[in-house]
């Protein structure tokens, strides 16, 4: 029993939360264990660290959980603003240079293969 409440402490799991069953497709449930012994935790914390990651994106937390979470929304963001301005780059040149194919055009359209 001691140690059950050790783990508790440590894990920051409270006797009185909620516990209920999960099935989970065999595949699944390999990948859960793989990173949980990766990030060296229990199949159950790896469950309820991503979780909390997702609701946070949710929630546009980003700050409040990984800096890996953060950097890759703000990829993501970066990515979409270059987008942004290659098809704005390409509106130009189309203007300029009716019918020829763009460098700007082609480097997003080898970016997305």
């Known amino acids: 029993m001691a140690v059950k ?18 099935r989970l497709a065999a595949d699944l449930h390999q990948a859960m264990k793989s990173a949980a012994e990766t ?9 309820v660290s991503r979780l909390e990651q997702t609701l946070a994106l949710d929630e546009g937390d980003v700050e409040r959980y990984s800096p890996i979470l953060n950097a890759t929304a703000r990829a993501t963001v970066l990515e979409m603003k ?22 700007a055009k082609a480097s997003k359209d080898d970016r997305h293969r």
Do not use: Y
Request: proline share 2%; with cysteine.
């Open 5 to 22: 409440a050790l783990m508790r402490h440590i894990c920051g799991m409270k006797k009185d939360d909620a516990h209920f069953r999960l």
């Open 39 to 47: 990030n060296n935790r229990s199949i159950n914390a790896e469950i």
């Open 82 to 103: 270059v987008n942004e301005l290659i098809d704005r780059l390409d509106a130009v040149l189309d203007r300029t240079n009716p019918g020829a194919t763009h460098s």
